[in-house]
């Protein structure tokens, strides 16, 4: 079992900053990506950016430019440094993880989700 713990959600005024951060534990053979992605009320999970173990890094248009992930992994963290926040950006944020486990199985894991409310 694989579990993903978010942190650093809450309220904020546009075009105020935000860092979220995720938390990778149990039984973690390696990780193949890391990713935040975000749900609004009424809408579809979209995904916000992902950051590739030794590959690429991609974000969505709508944050591109505001937004930073970067990951720690010695620590099996992920973070997601959010600036020039827009009302359009409130939504709960979802860190997943997909990678191997010590057996050798595959995984990929969600976080609880953490609220970001932009708004004056």
């Known amino acids: 079992q694989v579990q993903l713990v978010e942190s650093g959600g809450g309220l904020v005024q546009p075009g105020g900053s935000l860092r979220l951060s995720c938390v990778a534990s149990?039984?973690?053979?390696?990780?193949?990506?890391m990713a935040w992605y975000r749900q609004a009320p009424g809408k579809q999970r979209e995904l916000v950016a992902i950051?590739?173990?030794?590959?690429?890094?991609n974000y969505a248009d709508s944050v591109d430019g505001r937004f930073t992930i970067s990951r720690d992994n010695a620590k099996n963290t992920v973070y997601l440094r959010m600036n020039t926040l827009k009302p359009a950006d409130t939504a709960v944020y979802y860190c997943n993880a997909d990678g191997l486990t010590i057996p050798g199985e595959d995984f990929g894991s969600w976080g609880q989700g953490t609220q970001v409310t932009v708004s004056s």
């Open positions: 950051m590739h173990t030794g590959g690429p890094t």
């Open positions: 149990g039984n973690i053979f390696s990780i193949n990506a």
